[in-house]
């Protein structure tokens, strides 16, 4: 299913991580990005996670915020 990527994500993370997660995208030949995806949607689909294609990022973190208070 074809997404529309209009959005950025910028993470810090550590060298292990990088260099993880560059060996599983060259393993599946994907691009990094792509393997964050493929994780993040197995990860979801795992724990019953959906996203609201309504909800804009800032209400999900309110959401957020507001459970842990």
């Not at 550590?14 to 030949?29: G, T």
């Not at 996670?49 to 507001?66: F, R, T």
């Amino acid at each position: 299913m074809k997404r529309l990527k209009d959005e950025t994500l910028s993470i810090r993370t550590s060298a292990d991580i990088k260099q993880l997660v560059q060996l599983a995208a060259a393993r599946e030949h994907r691009s990094v990005a792509s393997m964050v995806e493929v994780l993040v949607l197995a990860y979801a689909q795992k724990h019953g996670l959906k996203a609201d294609s309504n909800a804009p990022v800032s209400a999900v973190e309110q959401k957020k915020k507001h459970e842990t208070d």
